[in-house]
Nanobody
Framework: QVQLVESGGGSVQGGGSLRLSCAASGDTYSRNCMAWFRQAPGKEREGVAGIYTAGGITYYADSVKGRFTISQDNAKNTLYLQMNSLKPEDTAMYYC???????????????????WGQGTQVTVSS
């Protein structure tokens, strides 16, 4: 059983920055792959960034590459998403997700993940 609790969302003007946190607990194997997803109203949940927690390998969606950074603090069992140069189109509910690693930790689809946090809202104004 994995528990995930996000924090750090809020409202910011375009060009600003936010850092999301995800406190994780539970079975380590079940969270070998962790990721951040987001979902805007009327849209599908999409992967933003992922990480292989044991090896530190990271993955990013093209839309956030160079602006967002996923990282982890293993001592605190916490996952982070540093978001810089935010745009109005980044507005969404952001979710932390976890799953066991199969062959890769790339976030092909939300269906791969069986542990989810409650989400934290990010709103970017123009």
């Amino acid at each position: 059983q994995v528990q995930l609790v996000e924090s750090g969302g809020g409202s910011v003007q375009g060009g600003g920055s936010l850092r999301l946190s995800c406190a994780a607990s539970g079975d380590t194997y079940s969270r070998n792959c962790m990721a951040w997803f987001r979902q805007a109203p009327g849209k599908e949940r999409e992967g933003v960034a992922g990480i292989y927690t044991a090896g530190g390998i990271t993955y990013y969606a093209d839309s956030v590459k160079g602006r967002f950074t996923i990282s982890q603090d293993n001592a605190k069992n916490t996952l982070y998403l540093q978001m810089n140069s935010l745009k109005p189109e980044d507005t969404a509910m952001y979710y932390c997700a976890a799953r066991p690693r199969r062959s890769t930790c790339y976030f092909y689809t939300a269906l791969q993940y069986n542990s989810w946090g409650q989400g934290t809202q990010v709103t970017v104004s123009s």
